[in-house]
């Protein structure tokens, strides 16, 4: 097990140096930079800068180095936890990011949660009840559910709620708690809110995960080792869950695994939509001013928030399968 | 208490498909003899294994059991047709591993391979006995110890995946007969094993037989099997019985077409370059094709003619 | 051993039912695999749906009783009309027609309120003459589908309502459609192209070259792809034209989307190199080109055609979600998404519900190309007999 984790680890490693690459490529891409778009606002404004001011500028901003070099900097302070400094907001990063990231963080593992307390029983009842009514049922809504873009999604619910009940549901704070501190009650509140943003985020990959499930659970349904439990006198219930779930679970895990990028970009574009104080808007912003440090920051963490979870996913299905762990 | 600790009458099976009905089992009758080994005997799609199944109440949709009877009398209670026995009747748990027990086939797919093989044996018993994990566990010890399985103290927690073909289906058998069933199924337990394992497994079986004491019901499709190791042969063929009786009568002296067909198809008794004869089962072959009823041909031997 | 007591009437049913094995051995592969599709009716439908949605969408000018540019100036925010066979007095028309729109403001909100005027009665025509356009840029017309109009040659019809400039919501829907449709497929052209080409290579070579490629593709799974697609939309240039930044979305959407494919067919190459009949085939003495082309392609190339429909949802939800967000797909060309566009708070939803329609047609085609590609994979699984 412990050369499996070592394993696992040495590839985050090398797969988040890649993906620094991809992220640094990236912001990179547009033409023009800080210093261009600074100059042609001071310009807009009828000032002009005098060349050592560029130069200045350049310099401050790593600009006149070779991109490798400007690479190897942002990414030598990166790993130490200097985020640079963002243009637009003329604050560091590390002030910016960190609260939206964690919120993020909560949206996503809420939408992890809802996806299986949602998926597992419902993936299980398609499957123990094949071709019933409510199998359909539950394949049609799935359907659905996975061809609905989750911005729409939140849409609706957003309409809905305030035509049926007049409630606004944008934001993660009710009215009344908004410039409170944390309290038992806001804390409650969070979690109620916390709920729509959770599903409307979870829904398409509940939709997924149900049917991998309902798949994988007809799979091992027949398999002789059920047959072998229910012979020797293992009762219904325990048998489906002792048995063939227990192997169904395995895959289920490591789609898991696969899902937090999707899971991720939903909560960039729903966070949008139901103005939630995470990264979607700040990066659209950021992205849009090509302030490339806010940015590349809210890209590298998170890329980091997503192999991480990959990570976890991996190690909890070597824990659950030894066929994996004793590779 | 009667000689009989099973006896199947008038057994019909049906499996609805999209395609049509198909019947599985058509009017069996045979008897399984307290305390002996009974061999089901036949190819492929005869019927064999839905019997099986119908004994242990383990028959799946689409199959259904549409006819008859399966009277089974354990020693120390009254006797009840299996058949019509409830879905949730308590007695069918009862019944599975706890009176009757099966063998599969395929030993490397017939245990989880997420559990510990001590966990696997010992779940048999915690299903029908009140006791501890650990007792429960000692058990499994025991029993695996009882099937030949070296060195049970590092074995017993370790998974199915660890072992060898052989030793997994000593495992299965050990599950099988942890408890104490009356009745052990075999159904085709040495297919999937290469044939030195085939013969220790089988002895272990015959072994335990003497020891335990209990009623066996061994499906094969292989005669030499059958007359290593058991005392009473039922013939199926398309889902009827054609020929019952003792091993000695029915290999010594087969009465109907297919079996003669059987045996002389088993390879080692024709001459050398002689070519292995096959058995004539081609549609129309009226001695074989035709459902006659079994009919009583003295000695307790019965055939199915006309 | 037992009584004769066994005696029975013999079951005059034959033993097994047979269903008729020399009509499957008859049939080649591939209409074995319509056959096992043709089953799946969901499917079946949803190919239907997909291929009037393609059909509409080709023809959007023909179709669509407007153009894109059309403006209602004198219904703005105008909700849906009803078809009507019977006026408000009961009489009835053979000929379906709508009413016009009588607009109200409300004096407590200022809000625009339309109700429908019984005076303004517009027949609907079909197959008439309306506003000129130039099909595929390339044809002069203006036959349409249907218009309204009356005798005085008045009228107009916007059977889901007009948006904030008084735009005809149904036109728009249609024109966008055909962005919308045609990114899907062109992605996953381009996605086919790079999933064949490096997922082939992988598998082929071996070695080195795909323990590179899996990095790769490893990389690109655990990316947050629309962060990064918004990156990278982000990226294209403010003066490109709306065609070309039409083909870079395109792009940039297909570039991370290849990684399910490539995987198949590295999965299915290492698989086949080993299968007996790939074996046999290089023992008779096929060369190189024929084994991969004659041999491989075809039993793998169901699975791959497959996997590109559904991956082709994938494509379009990514382009609705750029373009909602702005960063996508550029006015004036429309797709669902930048239709969507004015819809970013609920605010606009409640007074204007109807511009949410494109959305409806975005989920309607994602969920045919969902079901669509399950009845593809069970029909190209050549082990799938069941129930034939």
């Not at chain 3, 999965?267 to 491989?296: C, P, T, W, Y």
Request: charged share 15%.
């Amino acid at each position: 097990m412990l050369r499996y984790v070592i394993k696992r680890l040495g590839g985050m490693v090398l797969t988040l140096a890649f993906i620094s690459v991809i992220v640094f490529v990236v912001i990179q891409l547009p033409p023009g930079d800080i210093v261009t778009s600074t100059l042609e606002r001071m310009e807009a404004s009828g000032m002009q800068a005098s060349d050592e001011y560029v130069q200045n500028l350049r310099a401050r901003y790593n600009l006149d180095k070779p991109p490798y070099l400007q690479y190897l900097s942002w990414i030598y302070n990166f790993v130490q936890g200097d985020l640079g400094y963002s243009y637009i907001f003329s604050k560091p990063v590390n002030e910016l990011v960190w609260e939206r990231l964690g919120y993020t963080l909560l949206i996503t593992v809420s939408a992890v949660l809802f996806t299986w307390i949602v998926a597992v029983p419902f993936g299980i009842y398609s499957a123990v009840r094949q071709y019933s009514i409510g199998d359909y049922s539950i394949t049609v809504v799935a359907l659905i559910g996975l061809a609905t873009p989750n911005f729409l999604l939140a849409l609706l619910v957003m309409f809905f709620a305030w035509e049926w009940f007049g409630v606004s549901i944008g934001g993660l704070y009710s009215v009344e708690f908004r410039d409170q501190a944390m309290s038992l009650p806001k804390l409650l509140d969070l979690l109620t809110r916390l709920t729509i943003p959770a599903s409307v985020v979870g829904m398409g990959g509940t939709a997924v995960t149900m049917r991998i499930l309902r798949a994988n659970l007809l799979d091992e349904l027949n398999k002789p080792y059920v047959v072998t439990a229910r012979a020797k006198g293992v009762r219904p219930v325990k048998l489906i869950f002792k048995y063939p779930l227990r192997i169904a679970i395995n895959p289920f895990i490591s789609t898991l695994g696969l899902l937090l990028p999707t899971l991720i970009s939903g909560e960039a574009i729903v966070s949008m939509v139901l103005n939630l104080p995470t990264t979607g808007r700040m990066l659209l912003q950021a992205l849009l001013a090509q302030d490339m440090y806010l940015a590349g920051s809210f890209l590298m963490l998170l890329a980091i928030l997503t192999v991480v979870g990959m990570l976890i996913s991996d190690l909890v299905l070597a824990w659950s399968d030894p066929r994996i762990r004793y590779e | 208490m009667t000689d009989n600790i099973l006896e199947i009458r008038n057994l019909g099976v049906r499996f609805r498909t999209d395609t049509g009905i198909t019947n599985a089992l058509n009017d069996v009758n045979f008897d399984v003899p307290r305390g002996k080994v009974t061999a089901i005997v036949g190819e492929s799609g005869s019927g064999k294994s839905v019997t099986a199944n119908c004994i242990m109440r383990l028959l799946q949709p689409p199959g259904e059991i549409v006819s008859g009877s399966i009277m089974f009398e354990p020693s120390e209670r009254e006797a009840f047709d299996v058949v019509q026995v409830a879905d949730r009747d308590p007695r069918i748990y009862e019944l599975h591993g706890g009176l009757i027990s099966m063998v599969f086939q395929e030993p490397m797919t017939a245990l989880s391979p997420v559990y510990r093989v001590g966990n696997q044996v010992a779940e048999a018993i915690l299903c029908h006995r009140q006791v501890s994990k650990e007792a429960a566990l000692a058990e499994a010890h025991d029993m695996l110890q009882r099937v030949g399985i070296p060195d049970v103290d590092t074995r017993i927690n370790m998974y199915p995946f660890e072992f060898s073909g052989g030793m997994r289906q000593r495992v299965v058998i050990a599950m099988a007969l942890v408890c104490h069933p009356e009745v052990l199924i075999c159904d085709e337990p040495t297919t999937a094993l290469d044939v030195t394992i085939q013969a220790e497994i089988l002895t272990l079986i015959k072994d335990l037989q003497a020891e335990l004491h209990n009623s066996i019901i061994f499906i094969t499709h292989d005669i030499g099997i059958v007359a290593q190791i058991a005392d009473y042969v039922v013939v199926m063929y398309q889902g009827r019985v054609l020929e019952i009786g003792t091993v000695r009568q029915v290999l010594k002296d087969p009465l109907h077409p297919y079996t003669k067909g059987l045996l002389a198809a088993i390879p080692g008794i024709v001459p050398k370059n002689q070519r292995l004869a096959t058995i004539a089962t081609s549609v129309g072959d009226a001695d074989i094709t035709t459902p006659y009823p079994l009919k009583d041909v003295g000695d307790g031997r019965m055939v199915s003619q006309p | 051993m037992s009584e004769a007591v066994l005696e029975r009437p013999p079951d005059s049913q034959d033993p097994i039912a047979q269903v008729a094995p020399e009509e499957l051995d008859l049939l080649t592969p591939k209409q074995l695999a319509w056959r096992r599709f043709k089953r799946h009716r969901l499917a079946l439908v949803s190919g239907g749906v997909l291929i009037f949605m393609y059909f509409v969408a080709g023809f959007a000018e023909f179709f669509a009783p407007y153009a894109t540019t059309y403006r209602n100036v004198t219904a703005i925010n105008a909700p849906p009309m009803d078809v009507r066979f019977f006026e408000h007095d009961g009489t009835f028309h053979f000929r379906p027609f709508v009413y016009g729109y009588d607009l109200h403001i409300n004096e407590e909100t200022w809000a625009r309120e339309y109700s429908e005027n019984p005076e303004k009665l517009y027949p609907l025509r079909f197959f008439a003459r309306g506003d000129p356009y130039e099909l595929w840029n390339l044809f002069d017309g203006n036959l349409h589908l249907f218009i309204a109009e009356d005798e005085t040659g008045a009228g107009y019809i916007h059977f889901l309502g007009t948006d904030q400039l008084g735009r005809d919501v149904l036109s728009r829907v249609i024109y966008g459609g055909r962005i919308s449709l045609s990114i899907g497929m062109l992605g996953i052209g381009l996605t086919l192209i790079l999933g064949v080409f490096f997922g082939g290579f992988a598998g082929y070579l071996g070695g080195w070259v795909d323990r590179i490629v899996q990095r790769m593709i490893e990389v690109l799974q655990s990316l947050p792809t629309l962060p990064l697609w918004m990156a990278l939309t982000a990226a294209l240039p403010a003066h490109w034209s709306s065609l070309r930044i039409y083909f870079g979305v395109t792009i940039i959407l297909s570039l991370f989307g290849w990684t399910a494919l490539a995987r198949q067919v590295r999965g299915r190459f290492l698989a086949l190199r080993n299968e007996d009949f790939v074996i046999a085939a290089r023992l008779i003495g096929s060369g190189q080109n024929r084994i991969i082309f004659k041999h491989m392609m075809p039993s793998f190339m169901s699975h791959t055609i497959t996997t590109a429909t559904l991956a082709v949802p994938g494509v379009i939800l990514g382009e609705t979600a750029l373009s909602f967000l702005g960063i996508g797909i550029r006015p004036p060309i429309v797709s669902w998404g930048v239709l969507m566009e004015q819809a970013q708070n609920y605010q606009v939803i409640s007074m204007t519900p109807w511009i949410l329609y494109p959305g409806l047609f975005v989920v309607i085609a994602v969920m045919a190309f969902n079901v669509l590609g399950d009845g593809l994979r069970d029909a190209a699984d050549p082990y799938n007999t069941g129930g034939l």
